[in-house]
């Protein structure tokens, strides 16, 4: 019964803003880090952002450091990724992800959320 479930994609202009959810349930949201991933057709799967189970650490890519903030809310079992000063490139279909801290090969992932950013 284990799911993660995006939402809060869509279409916004460039230099606009967007704020994506995922809730988890079927597992220990708590014991797991969790992290966003996008991917644009007929590129790589890229890791955006990353944050530790506790929300004490988090890491970004080059490409949206300084724009993006991921964050979580273990009482309500959700990740968030706030999205600011969007760029066309940004465009993609962003997943989220969740690994077991103690057994890496446990992980799932959302279904992923479509973000187009365009004029």
């Known amino acids: 019964q284990v799911q993660l479930v995006e939402s809060g994609g869509g279409l916004v202009q460039p230099g606009g803003s967007l704020r994506l959810s995922c809730v988890g349930s079927?597992?220990?949201?708590?014991?797991?880090?969790m992290s966003w991933y996008r991917q644009a057709p007929g590129k790589e799967r890229e890791l955006v952002a990353h944050?530790?189970?506790?929300?004490?650490?988090?890491n970004y890519s080059d490409s949206v450091k300084g724009r993006f903030t991921i964050s979580r809310d273990n009482a309500r079992h959700t990740v968030y990724l706030q999205m600011n000063s969007l760029k066309p490139e940004d465009t993609a279909v962003y997943f989220c992800h969740g690994a077991y801290i103690f057994r890496k090969s446990i992980n799932y992932w959302g279904q992923g959320t479509q973000v187009t950013v365009s004029s």
């Open positions: 944050i530790t189970s506790t929300g004490s650490s988090t």
């Open positions: 079927g597992f220990f949201f708590s014991i797991y880090s």
